[in-house]
C-alpha cells in the first residue's frame, strides 16, 4: 500500500454522485482507519472495508474511534460525517456538510428573507404535515391556530386508540421526570427528532438557524422539519411506549423510534421533503437538485458567471486560476 502521502486527492469528476450512494452508514464500537480511498472498521469480529466514496452520510455512534487519515479521506471523497447516539437516535456534532453547492443554502435564504416568500414555504409546511387541509390564505396567527388544534386532536385520538390516560402536554425544560410517563415518552420523541432533523439538516448544507416557523432560535430550521413529522410518527409512537408499560418509558421510546426510522426510511424522506421546500422545480438527477459542483461569480440582475477567467472588458484573456 502506498504512504497515504503520495497519494493525490480524488476530482469532483471522479466522486460518486450523491444520488448514487448509501444515504448514510452506522458505525459502532468499533475503530474508524484509512487503506487507500476506503475506510475500515475495525472490531472485535475483524475489518470492513468501505469504499469512502459510496458514503452518503457517517454516522459515528458509541464506541467509535477515527483517525485523522480516517477523516481526510471522507473530507476527499465529500463524505458528510456525524457524531450521533446509539443508532443515529441524537445528533452532537458533525464535519463539513454533503453536498458541496450552496444552492440548497441559497435557496432557504432567499425564501426566509422575504416575509412573503417565508409565509408561503410555512403554508407549505403545514400541507406537508396535514394535507387534507388547504392552507392557502391563512394567516400566520391563524396556521398557528390550526397546527394547535391538529396536535390536541392528535393527542386526543392517540390516548382513545391506546387507552393512555392524557391529561394535556406537561414539561418542565431540564427535568425530564417531572412529567408522567405519556409526557416523558412525548418529549423523548420530540428530542430525539430534533437530533434527526439537525443531522439532515447540516448534512444538507442547510443553515439549522434559519426557520420559516420557528425563529430566534439556532435551530429553527430544525425544529420546524421535526414538526413535519410530529403528528404521523412522534405522538403515535409515544402512546404506543407508554400503553405497554410506564417503566423506563424514556429509553424504550428512543429505541421504538430508532426502529421506526429505518422501517419508515425516514432520512430520506426528510431530505426529499426538504429538497421540495426550498427548490419546489428540482427534479429528476443530482444536477437539477442542485448537488452540482460548480462555482460561478454573482454579476449583475442575479445573473451568473463562469469563475476562473478574468472578467475585464469585453473578452476573456485565459484562466486566471490560482
Given at each position: 500500500?502506498?504512504?497515504?502521502s503520495?497519494?493525490?486527492a480524488?476530482?469532483?469528476?471522479?466522486l460518486t454522485?450523491?444520488d448514487?450512494r448509501l444515504s448514510?452508514?452506522y458505525?459502532?464500537r468499533c475503530?474508524?482507519?484509512r487503506?487507500?480511498n476506503a475506510?475500515?472498521?475495525?472490531?472485535?469480529?475483524?475489518?470492513t472495508?468501505?469504499?469512502?466514496?459510496?458514503?452518503g452520510?457517517l454516522?459515528?455512534?458509541?464506541?467509535?474511534r477515527?483517525?485523522?487519515?480516517a477523516?481526510?479521506?471522507?473530507?476527499?471523497?465529500?463524505?458528510?460525517?456525524?457524531w450521533?447516539g446509539e443508532?443515529g437516535?441524537?445528533y452532537?456534532a458533525s464535519g463539513?456538510?454533503?453536498?458541496r453547492?450552496?444552492?440548497?443554502?441559497?435557496a432557504q435564504?432567499?425564501?426566509?428573507s422575504?416575509?412573503?416568500s417565508?409565509l408561503?414555504?410555512a403554508?407549505?409546511?403545514y400541507q406537508?404535515?396535514?394535507p387534507?387541509e388547504?392552507?392557502a390564505?391563512l394567516t400566520r396567527?391563524e396556521l398557528?391556530g390550526?397546527?394547535?388544534?391538529?396536535v390536541k386532536?392528535c393527542?386526543?385520538?392517540?390516548?382513545?386508540?391506546?387507552?393512555?390516560?392524557?391529561?394535556g402536554?406537561?414539561?418542565?425544560p431540564g427535568?425530564?421526570?417531572s412529567g408522567?410517563?405519556?409526557?416523558q415518552?412525548?418529549?423523548?420523541a420530540?428530542?430525539?427528532m430534533y437530533?434527526?432533523?439537525?443531522?439532515?439538516?447540516?448534512?444538507l448544507g442547510?443553515?439549522?438557524?434559519l426557520?420559516?416557523?420557528?425563529?430566534?432560535h439556532e435551530?429553527?430550521f430544525v425544529?420546524?422539519?421535526a414538526d413535519?413529522y410530529k403528528t404521523?410518527?412522534?405522538i403515535?409512537?409515544?402512546?404506543?411506549v407508554a400503553a405497554q408499560?410506564e417503566e423506563d418509558?424514556g429509553?424504550?421510546t428512543?429505541r421504538?423510534?430508532r426502529?421506526?426510522?429505518?422501517e419508515?426510511?425516514l432520512?430520506?424522506?426528510?431530505?426529499?421533503?426538504?429538497k421540495?421546500?426550498?427548490l419546489?422545480?428540482?427534479t429528476?438527477s443530482?444536477?437539477s437538485?442542485?448537488?452540482?459542483?460548480?462555482?460561478?461569480?454573482?454579476?449583475d440582475?442575479?445573473?451568473q458567471?463562469?469563475?476562473g477567467?478574468?472578467?475585464?472588458g469585453?473578452e476573456?484573456?485565459?484562466?486566471e486560476?490560482w
Amino acid at each position: 500500500m502506498s504512504a497515504v502521502s503520495k497519494r493525490s486527492a480524488l476530482s469532483p469528476r471522479q466522486l460518486t454522485r450523491s444520488d448514487e450512494r448509501l444515504s448514510f452508514i452506522y458505525l459502532e464500537r468499533c475503530t474508524i482507519h484509512r487503506d487507500a480511498n476506503a475506510i475500515t472498521a475495525q472490531d472485535a469480529q475483524g475489518t470492513t472495508h468501505i469504499p469512502s466514496a459510496t458514503i452518503g452520510t457517517l454516522l459515528l455512534g458509541p464506541g467509535t474511534r477515527v483517525t485523522h487519515q480516517a477523516m481526510s479521506v471522507l473530507g476527499e471523497t465529500g463524505a458528510a460525517v456525524c457524531w450521533v447516539g446509539e443508532h443515529g437516535v441524537r445528533y452532537y456534532a458533525s464535519g463539513r456538510a454533503l453536498s458541496r453547492s450552496s444552492a440548497l443554502m441559497e435557496a432557504q435564504a432567499r425564501l426566509w428573507s422575504s416575509p412573503r416568500s417565508r409565509l408561503a414555504v410555512a403554508r407549505k409546511m403545514y400541507q406537508l404535515r396535514f394535507p387534507d387541509e388547504d392552507p392557502a390564505g391563512l394567516t400566520r396567527h391563524e396556521l398557528l391556530g390550526r397546527e394547535g388544534r391538529r396536535v390536541k386532536d392528535c393527542y386526543r385520538a392517540e390516548a382513545a386508540r391506546t387507552g393512555v390516560p392524557w391529561r394535556g402536554r406537561r414539561y418542565i425544560p431540564g427535568d425530564f421526570t417531572s412529567g408522567d410517563a405519556i409526557n416523558q415518552a412525548v418529549t423523548a420523541a420530540a428530542q430525539c427528532m430534533y437530533g434527526i432533523a439537525h443531522a439532515v439538516v447540516t448534512s444538507l448544507g442547510c443553515s439549522p438557524a434559519l426557520g420559516f416557523i420557528h425563529s430566534g432560535h439556532e435551530l429553527s430550521f430544525v425544529l420546524d422539519v421535526a414538526d413535519l413529522y410530529k403528528t404521523d410518527i412522534g405522538i403515535p409512537l409515544a402512546f404506543d411506549v407508554a400503553a405497554q408499560d410506564e417503566e423506563d418509558v424514556g429509553p424504550r421510546t428512543r429505541r421504538a423510534l430508532r426502529d421506526r426510522i429505518n422501517e419508515t426510511s425516514l432520512l430520506n424522506g426528510c431530505v426529499d421533503d426538504i429538497k421540495r421546500l426550498l427548490l419546489p422545480g428540482a427534479t429528476g438527477s443530482s444536477e437539477s437538485r442542485g448537488d452540482r459542483d460548480v462555482v460561478t461569480l454573482q454579476s449583475d440582475h442575479d445573473h451568473q458567471v463562469a469563475s476562473g477567467v478574468n472578467h475585464d472588458g469585453p473578452e476573456h484573456y485565459g484562466d486566471e486560476l490560482w
